[in-house]
């Protein structure tokens, strides 16, 4: 290898030692006879000095521009004192160059390495290999690769195998569009993109391998509104013989050790748990971001007899929810445009309005409150709504009153909203289990129940009964660890006898005949002598965008796709040969325009 050091690595105790670089030119300057060139490689910069007494190793350095590729050798010293540069890792020294070899020469990068430039996104991903080459970006991936080293080493010492899994297969219901691949020898027959492993890993439990991880590319073909990527990578992982309570255990042993290696932050141990119930009650929402003090307060019971159907008629409906949301001093903080623009914003999730009484002095009994809904309350109700929320003078409480699901989502949205808004997070890292899940969820549109998590969930033991005669209370053995209001992974015990698989994919409207001809391998690995198992998949993408501050998942994979899931740097996907079509069977119903 040519190099001896890299850039970020030099400092004071290799004072007169002779070294070799190698990297880019990441600036040039030239000091009245004097050129410094600032050397950039993976690990950071270095500043070499050139002297025109070395006249042909001068002239070379005259010639070198940005982005250069370049090998040097010289002789690090100490930089004088009033040109220590504490900014970078290599700031104490510099190195006298004696040799510099161009190993490559470099067109003008379409964007500046060397200065900030504000560039818009594409162009970032159509040059992603400069773009990489910032710091800030390179930082990134760096963690990233630390972060999965330290996730294989636990995972390693606690007995799991790493083991791949197939890319081509079924189609897998996991609830998303899947990537479709044509077969060439079976024409008309189509591979599908694993949107998991989720049933090769249970095979591998039938097969008793007992621990298994992977770390696993996955794809699902949504339309990308949120931060979503058509590929990403989940830490997949399976046990057998382990109940919920261990697995549980074992994995936020594993990302606690994680953020002590890689981060040096000490989280909680254990992690605090949350029922789905008490999460949708109180933070409406199933990934809770414990750093926002606010809470939801059911109010719906105070609300049955005032004369005001907007409250009235969802309290006396089991379906609604009518509910409060008190936020401290935000009848100060919050001015009337504020209360508008949330009114919008709740509208964003279908509520229909967003009342709210402003509570100037709580002594003054009504009087001393501010509301255009406070004529509808009598009394009584007005001084239980207080109680009820724990108002205090300065407060302002904002009320949802609809379908649940609209005021869980708007409420649970604007208790976010509102804490960022008014920098009321407290704590950095707030990591916990939402447990006690729901085995279904009712779909208004379909007119039937869907998994909430998978098919494959169990249900609590004690819950068997209800599987068939009572499904919507029927909970199951999820799990989902969520941190700051993020879901880092989830997953399940899962059905390891077939008549209750069987039950479950009657509940979902699944067939026999159907079941047979998608699941018939898994109803047949049930047979086999299929252990008690469970496991979980964490978001790699999600965990590492949290951990290294990063605004975008795109910022933390090497190589993202665009918001309408295409790759900027290599034009994927695009057109095919006709010859290749041909021998797929596959015919284009829809010709791309300009060709044939
Ligand atoms: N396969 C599940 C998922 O992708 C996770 C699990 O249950 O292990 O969400």
């Excluded at 690769?145 to 195998?161: H, K, Q, V, W």
């Excluded at 008309?188 to 949107?195: D, I, R, S, V």
């Excluded at 208004?444 to 005669?469: I, Q």
Aim: hydrophobic share 40%; proline share 6%; net charge negative.
């Amino acid at each position: 290898m040519m190099r001896s050091h890299y850039c970020g690595q030099l400092n004071e105790s290799l004072d007169g030692q002779e070294i070799t670089l190698c990297g880019w030119v990441h600036r040039r300057r030239d000091h009245g006879g004097v050129i410094f060139l600032d050397i950039r490689d993976r690990e950071g910069l270095a500043q070499v000095v050139f002297d025109p007494d070395r006249a042909e190793t001068f002239a070379v350095a005259d010639r070198v521009r940005s982005e250069f590729v370049v090998c040097i050798r010289g002789k690090v010293r100490l930089r004088p004192a009033g040109a220590v540069n504490p900014n970078i890792a290599s700031g104490a020294i510099e190195v006298l160059g004696y040799v510099l070899d161009v190993l490559n020469d470099a067109e003008t990068p379409p964007f500046p390495l060397n200065e900030y430039s504000d560039v818009g996104e594409e162009t970032r991903l159509r040059y992603r290999f400069i773009d990489l080459r910032r710091p800030e970006m390179a930082e990134k991936l760096k963690l990233r690769s630390r972060i999965t080293a330290s996730i294989r080493r636990y995972l390693d010492e606690n007995g799991f195998l790493d083991v791949e899994t197939p890319i081509l297969g079924r189609p897998t219901p996991e609830g998303a569009r899947d990537y479709l691949v044509p077969s060439r020898t079976h024409a008309g027959n189509f591979f599908a993109l694993p949107q998991s492993p989720q049933l090769f890993k249970q095979l591998l439990m039938v097969a008793g391998f007992d621990r298994y991880y992977q770390i696993a590319k996955c794809f699902r073909d949504e339309d990308l509104r949120a931060d979503r990527q058509p590929e990403f990578t989940q830490i997949d992982i399976e046990t057998s013989f382990m109940d919920e309570e261990q697995i549980m255990v074992m994995m936020e042993g594993m990302i606690r050790h994680l953020f002590a290696q890689v981060l040096e932050v000490a989280l909680p141990n254990p992690f605090p748990r949350m029922s789905y119930a008490e999460a949708i009650g109180r933070y409406g929402s199933d990934k809770p971001d414990l750093r926002i003090p606010l809470e939801l307060v059911e109010v719906a019971d105070l609300m049955t007899a005032v004369d005001f159907k907007v409250f009235s008629a969802p309290a006396a409906d089991p379906k609604c929810r009518v509910t409060a949301l008190r936020v401290p001093q935000g009848g100060e903080k919050l001015s009337r445009k504020d209360i508008d623009d949330y009114t919008k914003f709740v509208g964003i999730y279908g509520a229909k309005g967003l009342a709210y009484i402003k509570v100037n002095d709580l002594a003054q009994g009504r009087e001393g409150l501010q509301s255009p809904i406070l004529k509808f309350l009598p009394d009584e109700v007005v001084t239980a709504l207080m109680q009820r929320t724990g108002a205090q003078n300065g407060d302002l409480i904002f009320f949802g009153a609809d379908k649940a699901k609209v005021v869980t989502e708007a409420l649970g949205a604007l208790r976010i909203k509102v804490g960022h808004d008014l920098g009321l997070l407290e704590g950095q890292w707030r990591p916990l289990w939402v447990v006690d899940f729901p085995m279904f969820e009712f779909d208004d549109k379909e007119n039937r129940w869907v998994s909430l998590h998978h098919p494959f969930t169990a249900p609590k033991e004690e819950h068997l009964d209800k599987l068939a005669h009572d499904p919507g209370n029927c909970l199951s053995r999820a799990y989902d660890m969520v941190l700051n209001g993020t879901e880092l992974g989830g997953g399940s015990m899962r059905i390891y006898r077939k008549e209750v698989q069987q039950e479950v994919f009657h509940q979902l409207g699944i067939d026999q005949l159907e079941a047979e001809e998608k699941f018939g391998f898994l109803l047949d690995a049930l047979k086999y002598g299929c252990p008690p198992h469970g496991g979980l998949a964490f978001g790699l993408d999600r965990l590492v965008m949290l951990m290294t501050g990063a605004k975008s998942i795109r910022d933390v994979m090497a190589f993202p796709k665009t918001q309408s899931a295409a790759c900027m740097l290599t034009g994927a996907p695009s057109t095919v040969n006709p010859k290749q079509l041909v021998e797929l069977g596959v015919r284009v119903a829809k010709p791309v325009k300009g060709e044939g």
